[in-house]
């Protein structure tokens, strides 16, 4: 939310120069997200398994940030949120929408109580199918890359490709195969059917 109040170029430059206008927006922002968690988990309490929850903290390359200051200026306005609907739904799930390269922060996250990130993009650096399958503190949500395998792949190359990350990630539990994102117009219909 502060990248689309203060776009992503500035949002950046404030959590290096001004981190106090971050720590301000990210006050504005929790004190809204707590009010609709507060409203909404109550009521859907009893009928919803998994809460989903979305800021995107990644790029390709790595977080937006380091994690030393994900520490200082985002966690602090996130785990509230989660604590908070974890406390009002013992029952559920809390998932994370971040793309990209989240490998870093996998262990903050987790110990917010996250069980599930989602899209798990395989292409971003770090987060190979490898290197996730030692990690069993969250799910991971994702995992079949869009960028080139579901698109330009050939549908046997594709169920091959799924199998291999199928017998990194499944054995032990954890794993929710699925791509790595919203399925876009580019991928053929029979390479869906192939995954």
């Not at 909404?40 to 979305?54: E, M, N, T």
């Not at 046997?156 to 929710?176: F, I, K, N, S």
Request: charged share 20%; proline share 9%.
């Amino acid at each position: 939310v502060g990248c689309k109040l203060r776009g992503y170029d500035q949002i950046c430059l404030d959590m290096l120069a001004e981190p106090d206008i971050v720590r301000l927006i990210n006050e504005r922002i929790l004190a809204a997200r707590l009010r609709e968690v507060e409203q909404v988990v109550p009521a859907l309490a009893p009928y919803i398994d998994i809460f989903c929850f979305g800021d995107d903290l990644a790029m390709q390359t790595g977080p937006f940030m380091s994690p030393r200051a994900y520490r200082e200026l985002i966690r602090p306005y996130q785990e509230p949120v989660y604590q908070l609907t974890r406390s009002l739904a013992p029952d559920s799930f809390i998932f994370h929408h971040s793309c990209g390269s989240m490998f870093r922060l996998l262990p903050e996250l987790a110990e917010m109580g996250v069980s599930i990130l989602n899209p798990t993009q395989t292409s971003a650096c770090e987060m190979e199918p490898e290197r996730l399958a030692a990690y069993r503190d969250i799910c991971f949500h994702g995992g079949i890359d869009l960028q080139e395998v579901l698109p330009h792949y050939a549908p046997d190359a594709v169920t091959r490709e799924v199998e291999r990350v199928l017998g990194l990630m499944a054995p032990g539990g954890g794993y929710l195969c699925a791509p790595c994102h919203c399925l876009p117009e580019d991928v053929p219909v029979e390479n869906i059917l192939a995954m």
